[in-house]
Nanobody
Framework: QLQLVESGGGLVQPGGSLRLSCAASGFILDNYAIGWFRRAPGMEREGVSC????????KYADSVKGRFTISRDNAKNTVYLQMNSLKPEDTAVYYC?????????????????WGQGTQVTVSS
């Protein structure tokens, strides 16, 4: 069974950091581009960052550029999202997703497999 499981969410103060992990089971992540998306209360799901299957190409939403870093360890079948300088507006449920393509894209429709999400709350 193909499955993605996110972890690492939690409550953090503004300016703090979190690292999210996305672990895959039932398939090999090497063949997939991975994206991180988030949905804040009352908002549409939006792309945060994505990485190509090789890890050689990444993209970021303007709102997180310079603060978030996506990376992947194909040997561990895991993708990470390092989030620094967190702001209250980063509060959302964060999802990872896998697309059976090589390029990095934040086009939602390209993603076939989704995790259940992990809550990130930035508040003092």
């Amino acid at each position: 069974q193909l499955q993605l499981v996110e972890s690492g969410g939690g409550l953090v103060q503004p300016g703090g950091s979190l690292r999210l992990s996305c672990a895959a089971s039932g398939f090999i992540l090497d063949n997939y581009a991975i994206g991180w998306f988030r949905r804040a209360p009352g908002m549409e799901r939006e792309g945060v960052s994505c990485i190509s299957s090789s890890g050689g190409s990444t993209k970021y939403a303007d709102s997180v550029k310079g603060r978030f870093t996506i990376s992947r360890d194909n040997a561990k079948n895991t993708v990470y999202l390092q989030m620094n300088s967190l702001k209250p507006e980063d509060t959302a449920v964060y999802y990872c997703a896998a697309a059976p393509i090589t390029i990095a894209t934040m086009t939602l429709g390209m993603y076939d497999y989704w995790g259940q999400g992990t809550q990130v709350t930035v508040s003092s």
